[in-house]
Nanobody, 125 residues
Framework: QVQLVESGGGLVQPGGSLRLSCTASGFGLGYFAIGWFRQAPGKEREGVSSILTNTGRTYYAESVKGRFTISRDNAKNTVYLQMDNLKPEDTGIYYC??????????????????WGQGTQVTVSS
């Protein structure tokens, strides 16, 4: 079965850290763009970070630069999102998604074609 599965979400205090994982099954991630997106209640889905698994090039939203790090382990077919110094405004459902690594718009949700089911991240004291 072809799917993406996110894990690693949870409840964390402001200033804390979480590491999200996005694991692909049924296909290899060796030649894709993998994006992380989030959606807070009442808000539109927004791009957080993306990585081109063939080159390792990364992209970040301004709001997370310096705090989040995206990486990949092609042998494990997994992409990670390390989130440090978390803030309450980082709260939301985090999704990973894939597309082919051509073109632009690396943080635009509509450019991605295959999505995981999401994992909840809550930053609260």
């Amino acid at each position: 079965q072809v799917q993406l599965v996110e894990s690693g979400g949870g409840l964390v205090q402001p200033g804390g850290s979480l590491r999200l994982s996005c694991t692909a099954s049924g296909f290899g991630l060796g030649y894709f763009a993998i994006g992380w997106f989030r959606q807070a209640p009442g808000k539109e889905r927004e791009g957080v970070s993306s990585i081109l698994t063939n080159t390792g090039r990364t992209y970040y939203a301004e709001s997370v630069k310096g705090r989040f790090t995206i990486s990949r382990d092609n042998a494990k077919n997994t992409v990670y999102l390390q989130m440090d110094n978390l803030k309450p405004e980082d709260t939301g459902i985090y999704y990973c998604a894939t597309r082919y690594p051509h073109g632009t718009d690396w943080l635009v949700p509509e450019a991605y074609t295959r999505w995981g089911q999401g994992t909840q991240v809550t930053v609260s004291s």
